[in-house]
């Protein structure tokens, strides 16, 4: 079972990085603090990041389009601003969507992991398996 762990660790790697929408320098910096804070308001976090309230806004806003935070707006020294908040992105693994993983049942798990000879990086059978499954996921989209 640890290698199998082993294994999925690799590949959910590869599909964060697909996930992950690009950011732009600004953008990461501004995610960053806003996930240092838990949460900030973006009066406060144009003036942190050395920017005008317009490209902060601006900045927050396209933070907001890629799915990353949320806007709230709200009323700070009797000023509309915004309290941006980080979306938190769950990932949920249902059972059914593993069962047919060729790992399960596979007579090398013992001797696969990342860097081996034998890897799931390398490996046919879990290869198509996955090119299966996301042929499917496209199929329903
Ligand atoms: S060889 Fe392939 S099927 Fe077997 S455990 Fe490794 S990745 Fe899974």
């Not at 398996?129 to 499917?136: D, F, Q, V």
Request: with cysteine; glycine share 8%.
């Amino acid at each position: 079972m640890r290698n199998i762990c082993k294994g999925w660790g690799e590949i959910y790697k590869g599909w964060g990085r697909v996930a992950t929408p690009s950011l732009s320098e600004i953008e990461e910096k501004a995610l960053k603090m806003v996930k240092e804070a838990g949460e900030a308001l973006q009066c406060d976090l144009w003036k942190a990041l050395n920017v005008s309230s317009r490209e902060g806004s601006r900045i927050t806003l396209r933070l907001e389009r890629k799915g990353l935070v949320k806007r709230e707006p709200v009323v700070y020294n009797k000023r509309k601003t915004y309290r941006i908040v980080l979306v938190q992105r769950t990932f949920k693994v249902n059972i059914d969507d593993i069962v047919g993983c060729p790992c399960f049942s596979c007579p090398d798990i013992e001797r696969c992991a990342p860097g081996q000879p034998i890897s799931p990086g390398r490996c046919p059978a879990l290869t198509k398996w996955l090119e299966a499954e996301a042929s499917t996921l496209e199929e329903a989209a």
